[in-house]
């Protein structure tokens, strides 16, 4: 059974050209291994990275709203401070099973291994798997704490309740999407609540829109001219280059190549 795709997008001021490529892969690889550890990806599960002028995205598939729940098998203590001398449990072990939260839990449900004096009581529990709202909020801080922003901007933001938030970032950040299929995820960070609300090109789109769906997100922009897939408005560029070159040799070096795809969402080649 597949699951809904997950969509998270930073919608932002233009972003520093030569490391939007990096930043864009970043945050798509950190917030997928997160999830991956959570357990709420499946095997088939892969993302996809997004990284134009003024956005950050990523696109992940097959995602659990909540993870398996799970087997824990925690060491209490060893079988002589367990119990005291009449074979009765200790103070010891009966506050060990409070602080882990099992405290009526049946002597006889404790599991006993080892030898000798490595012998040792068990709690085997089940634990709940994560879900997938409160596994993305930490996931989204983690994966902006380590992002390689080589220069922070440091700005303020009226949240909600109207309070002002210092907020820090490569830059300012307007909007935040977080979709689960077509559910919103109650995720908040830099001082935004997530929505599905984003924007198009600056001047060739009508600004801003509603994306339905995670699915229809890199459709749904490029009708809004912009190309959202880094690797695709590169090779767009470069295509077009040797189109409007009509056989003659192109100088473009990656570098340049990479510089200029991180500067234009829908590109158009012209010739003089």
Same mark, same amino acid.
């Given at each position: 059974m597949n699951h809904p795709p997950l969509l998270l997008e930073l919608f932002t001021e233009e972003l520093p050209p030569k490391s939007l490529k990096r930043l864009g892969e970043s945050l798509s690889q950190s917030i997928y291994e997160s999830l991956k550890k959570a357990q709420l990806l499946s095997a088939s599960s892969t993302y996809q990275s997004f990284a134009s002028p003024r956005r950050l995205a =990523? &696109?992940?598939? %097959? =995602?659990? #709203?909540?993870?398996? %729940?799970?087997? =824990?098998? $925690?060491?209490?203590? *060893?079988?002589? /401070?367990?119990?005291?001398?009449?074979?009765?449990?200790?103070? @010891? &072990?009966?506050?060990?099973?409070?602080?882990?939260?099992? *405290? #009526?839990? *049946?002597? #006889?449900?404790? $599991?006993?291994?080892?030898?000798?004096?490595?012998?040792?009581?068990?709690?085997?529990? /089940? @634990?709940?798997g994560a879900r997938l709202e409160s596994a993305l909020q930490q996931a989204l801080i983690a994966a902006i704490d380590h992002l390689p922003i080589a220069k922070m901007m440091h700005y303020q933001i009226t949240v909600p309740s109207g309070a002002i938030e210092e907020v820090q970032f490569a830059r300012p950040v307007h909007r935040i999407i977080a979709l689960h299929g077509s559910k919103t995820l109650a995720i908040h960070a830099l001082g935004i609540d997530a929505s599905k609300q984003t924007e198009g090109h600056r001047f060739l789109s009508s600004g801003m829109m509603t994306i339905r769906d995670a699915q229809q997100y890199e459709s749904q922009l490029e009708s809004a001219k912009v190309i959202a897939s880094f690797g695709k408005r590169r090779a767009y560029i470069e295509s077009e280059l040797q189109k409007a070159a009509k056989g003659l040799r192109v100088l473009m070096p990656d570098a340049l190549l990479d510089e200029v795809t991180a500067l234009v969402e829908y590109p158009a080649i012209y010739s003089c």
């Open positions: =990523v &696109l992940i598939s %097959d =995602v659990l #709203d909540q993870a398996p %729940d799970y087997p =824990v098998r $925690e060491k209490l203590l *060893p079988l002589s /401070i367990a119990f005291d001398a009449q074979g009765k449990p200790s103070q @010891a &072990l009966t506050k060990k099973l409070v602080s882990l939260g099992h *405290p #009526d839990t *049946p002597l #006889d449900q404790l $599991e006993r291994s080892g030898e000798g004096k490595n012998e040792a009581l068990y709690l085997n529990t /089940i @634990a709940t």
